[in-house]
């Protein structure tokens, strides 16, 4: 049987597809976006996080024990498909009565599609709607093998120049598959972080683009900060993390003027 | 219906209301060394005012029907008068009569001192004694008028005679007394009507005196008029032992409301104007919205957005309920879900399916069940027909818990099932104990503190001579809040995990470091208190949650008073007093230190979601509605959210999701904020900078600024954890 490694599961989003949406966060991924949320999913296991308030110098770390003071967390679990269910059928009844469901994101949810694929089939099999949020890198085949309800596309820059810089591969694939997905009829709401000093200029090319290629759900989201600090706290290495300042409301406002795509 | 678009003039009447009541509210926190731990309430700091009450001969404490009515008929005519410029209405209240004024109460004679070891051993607050948690009819005061109520009185003080002569001669000594009220004020308003210059305030105050001046004469005729009563009801109601209830609001003005615009003598937003006046006046609470008794007839009504509107523009705090059904008309919960992401705060929700089936299963006909308002910071009433004596009365669980550990710890070979049995022993004799008390209640109450404005507005009391809490109104069905739920079944889950099943700790460890306050042992107290929690889903403590519940709620219901074999109902509500409910119970074995705060109603913990399960409301809100004790006496979720979360144009269905998935899964009531964490914890840094900022605690709803550091910190924890 399949098993997933999951770092977080959030019910009752109302960000990540229609309805009220429980959210599963899967560990690892295929990019390294300069402006990532939650960088302590890029790795194929959850790297440990040190809370310096919570501890007690206990020392029980030292020896090899458990810390109960939740000072060193790794949060990231392994899970069969039914072991998460039984996790998300609690929230049905909210599900149901908005016309939610589950959103599968990441991380990239998509590297570990045998399980999201018997993931997405228990879940319709209950009558639960499933959205899979995804950056697209991977080959197209495990996208309509996987075959959710509706993809959540994530498309961060146009040219390959840009979009090798600001996320590690030059996002030629990513582009072919969502052409494809939109080809072939599956339902794609494209979404777009919007980051000023990052990726903003590039952003009225992908808008361009996206009409080009009959995108007609597009969705913008403003840059915020959550994600700052969380290198620190899981001790992770790497490049450093440029800070980036979050949109103002009026400039996000230009910019769902400048897409002239209908607003959800 | 479309909100009211407000003329510059009246949105400037509203909002001098809006600012006075914010300096009226700094004047009581200062009278009240610092805090308000409760609703804002309307009263006026009428500082010069004082009264010397008449005591008994030999007493130094107030009690029985004549006396205190005659003592509230001279404190009625002695208030202060009050008009506030802007405002529609008259009249205003100087603080509770029991509280700021008299020494009131149970003679010594009558004080239940046999009982009081055991109130201790369990932290029982008894409830004898307990006064004011009612509903009344109003629409018996609305359609005889104050002088028709006096008529009525005195009418069966005849007919009855001599039976009840001294219950009778305080009654009519208490309306006496507010028509007494009622006069003063028209004569106030008449004079100033004379001495202003201003012809606005001129026309106002001399409306406002023809206004009482036909409360005097008869019952009343227009909107203002019936809108006018109410007002002098919530000021006498609650001067006298802090009476807070209406009714169903929207229809008991709906008629005056109907037939004034039809008159073509009311607009929409003279309306709103009135009704805000009516809520600058008190907080007392109502319910808007809910079903006619046969099921047949939503009751919303235009009258329904008037109110909610009024309240919104208003921006104080007031306790207004809006009762959620299956199969609702959602304009209405929209409308109040909008002010709330708009404002922060607003109504609270009442859920009418657990609420209705628990009534049900105390052997009530649907049809009465439906017509159970929510007028309480947590429960719900038969309006004028009903003693529920609601919300003081608290079996504090905790307590119980405590004495079965020792108990099972001083045997021997401890084991789960055996801290089980001892729990429920003492479960029980804490339950019999409360049962006792209401005999005693029943037998007492009413010779020494009589509902005497409560009475007038009931079916039955006035009729029979006798007071409502002995036999007055048809329906005796006292209530007991068995409180501390998550922290009882986090401990005995700390138990089973730690102990039973991984083996870090010996039964004996575990004691000694609780019974030492976890002393030097920090790490064993995060070990105790770091296991999934209630309310996550994976925890251990869920079963025992629902048995401890299972086993509250049976205690209850087959513990009718023994003597006069009065029902009693089990609830689950702590206010917000869990810390001073928990200032004498000892540490505990879910990692809570002595003294330290009980959980809150049947709720889980502040910060129960770990691992990789992050804290989501519905999860929340799963657990309260799984753990209701489902007799139709409500356990509130209390449910604070991050409006960063919900914004967007999701953001209120999903709140409108939220409270039909909560009212079919058997919640029953939601209060509910809607403010950012950045904003509560700049407002808990430094409260007199946010004196705007409405929160609803538990219940009730009250500015942020007058709670103190501790029960601020309750709303904070919500947020952040």
């Known amino acids: 049987m399949a098993v997933a490694k999951i770092f977080n599961i959030q019910s009752f989003s109302t960000t990540d597809g229609p309805g009220i949406r429980t959210v599963v966060f899967f560990q690892g991924c295929n990019l390294s976006c300069a402006w990532c949320h939650n960088p302590e999913s890029r790795l194929p296991d959850a790297p440990e996080a040190f809370i310096q308030e919570k501890c007690i110098g206990c020392g029980a770390c030292g020896a090899g024990g458990e810390c109960y003071a939740q000072a060193r967390i790794k949060t990231c679990r392994e899970f069969t498909p039914d072991g998460l269910f039984r996790l998300l059928e609690i929230d049905l009844p909210y599900l149901k009565n908005s016309g939610g469901g589950v959103t599968f994101s990441g991380g990239e949810c998509m590297l570990q599609a045998d399980f999201l694929e018997e993931m997405v089939k228990i879940c319709s099999e209950k009558g639960i709607h499933t959205a899979v949020d995804t950056a697209g890198h991977v080959p197209y085949e495990w996208l309509t093998r996987v075959n959710p309800n509706m993809f959540l596309y994530d498309i961060k820059a146009l040219s390959p120049e840009v979009h090798k810089k600001l996320v590690g591969v030059d996002g030629v694939l990513i582009w072919e598959n969502l052409e494809k997905l939109l080809r072939d009829g599956f339902r794609v709401q494209v979404r777009i972080p919007c980051v000023p000093g990052a990726n903003w200029d590039e952003l009225p090319l992908i808008f361009e683009k996206l009409r080009d290629i009959g995108a007609a759900d597009v969705e913008l989201l403003a840059y915020h900060r959550l994600g700052e600090g969380k290198n620190e706290l899981y001790n992770l290495s790497g490049k450093e993390v440029p800070a980036f300042k979050p949109p103002t409301k009026k400039e996000m406002e230009e910019l769902w003027n400048l897409l002239s795509f209908p607003r959800k | ?721």
Request: charged residues 20%; aromatic residues 10%.
């Open chain 2, 1 to 721: 219906m479309e909100s009211v678009k407000l003329s510059e003039e009246v949105a400037a009447r509203i909002k001098a209301m809006h600012d006075t009541k914010v300096i009226e509210n700094r004047k009581k926190v200062e009278r009240f060394g610092g805090k308000y731990n409760t609703d804002d309430h309307g009263f006026i700091c009428f500082d010069d005012f004082k009264f010397e009450p008449e005591y008994p001969a030999g007493y130094d404490i107030m009690f029985g029907a004549r006396c205190i009515g005659e003592n509230l008929k001279r404190f009625f005519n002695e208030m202060p008068v009050y008009i506030h410029p802007s405002s529609a209405l008259a009249g205003a209240w100087a603080g509770f009569f029991n509280r700021d004024f008299v020494n009131i109460g149970l003679r010594p004679e009558d004080v239940p001192a046999h009982l009081h070891p055991t109130h201790e051993k369990y932290g029982l607050y008894p409830g004898i004694g307990g006064m004011n948690h009612l509903g009344p009819d109003m629409e018996i005061g609305l359609r005889l008028g104050y002088p028709g109520l006096l008529e009525k009185v005195r009418y069966y003080q005849k007919k009855n005679a001599p039976a009840g002569e001294d219950f009778y001669a305080g009654e009519a000594a208490v309306m006496e007394g507010i028509l007494a009220y009622t006069e003063n004020h028209m004569h106030y308003a008449s004079q100033l009507a004379k001495e202003t210059a201003d012809p606005w305030e001129k026309e106002n105050y001399a409306k406002i005196a023809e206004t009482l001046s036909g409360l005097i004469s008869g019952p009343p005729k227009t909107f203002r008029a019936a809108i006018q009563f109410l007002a002098i009801f919530q000021s006498a109601d609650r001067t006298y032992f802090g009476g807070g209830a209406l009714q169903q609001l929207d229809e008991l003005i709906r008629p005056y409301y109907e037939a004034d615009k039809k008159a073509g003598i009311l607009t929409d937003e003279e309306a709103i104007w009135m009704l805000a006046s009516f809520l600058y006046n008190d907080t007392h609470y109502s319910q808007v919205g809910g079903q006619s008794p046969d099921g047949t007839k939503e009751l919303t009504s235009p009258v329904s957005y008037l109110i909610l509107q009024a309240a919104h523009e208003l921006a104080i705090p007031h306790n207004l309920a809006l009762r959620v059904f299956e199969g609702s008309d959602d304009k209405l919960l929209r409308r109040a879900l909008e002010h709330i992401m708009e404002k922060g705060t607003g109504v609270c929700f009442s859920l009418a399916k657990g609420i209705e089936e628990g009534y049900v299963k105390q052997g009530h006909p649907i049809e009465l069940a439906r017509m159970r308002a929510n007028v309480g910071c947590n429960w719900v009433a038969l309006p004028g027909i009903e003693y529920p004596l609601q919300d003081v009365t608290r079996l504090n669980m905790g307590f119980c818990f405590v004495h079965a550990l020792n108990d099972t710890m001083a045997a021997g070979a401890p084991d789960l099932d055996k801290l089980w049995a001892n729990f429920s022993k003492h479960l029980q004799a804490a339950v019999e104990c409360i049962a006792e008390g209401y005999d005693w209640h029943y037998e007492v109450v009413s010779r020494n503190t009589p509902e005497l404005v409560l009475n007038l507005f009931c079916h039955g009391p006035i009729e029979r001579g006798v007071n409502c809490a002995s036999g007055g109104v048809d329906i005796l069905n006292l209530n007991v809040d068995g409180i501390a739920l998550a922290t009882v079944a986090d401990s005995f889950a700390a138990i089973e995990v730690r102990v039973v099943d991984e083996k870090k700790l010996t039964w004996d460890e575990m004691y000694s470091t609780v019974k030492n306050n976890f002393k030097d042992a920090e790490n064993i107290r995060l070990m105790l208190k770091n296991i999934p929690r209630f309310g996550h889903p994976e925890s251990k403590s869920l079963p025992w949650a629902l048995r401890i519940r299972d086993e509250f709620v049976r205690l209850v219901n087959e513990n009718p008073t023994p003597k006069h074999r009065i029902r009693v109902v089990p609830g689950m509500f702590s206010h917000g007093e869990i810390y001073e409910y928990a200032k004498n119970l000892p540490a505990t074995p879910n990692g809570r230190f002595d003294s330290d705060p009980i959980s809150h109603s049947n709720e889980p913990d502040p910060g129960f979601a770990s691992g990789v399960i992050s804290f989501s409301p519905s999860l929340k809100a799963t657990a309260v509605a799984l753990a209701q004790p489902g007799m139709g006496n409500s356990a509130p979720l209390h449910l604070d959210v991050d409006t960063n979360m919900i914004r967007g144009a999701g953001g209120i269905d999903a709140l409108v999701a939220l409270v039909h998935t909560h009212n079919q899964m058997g919640g029953t009531r939601i209060n509910l904020n809607c403010v950012t964490p950045e904003q509560i914890l700049a407002a808990h840094e430094n409260p007199d900078a946010f004196p705007d900022l409405v929160i609803r605690v538990t219940g009730y709803s009250a500015f942020f600024s007058s709670l103190s550091k501790d029960y601020r910190q309750q709303v904070v924890d919500r947020y952040l954890k």
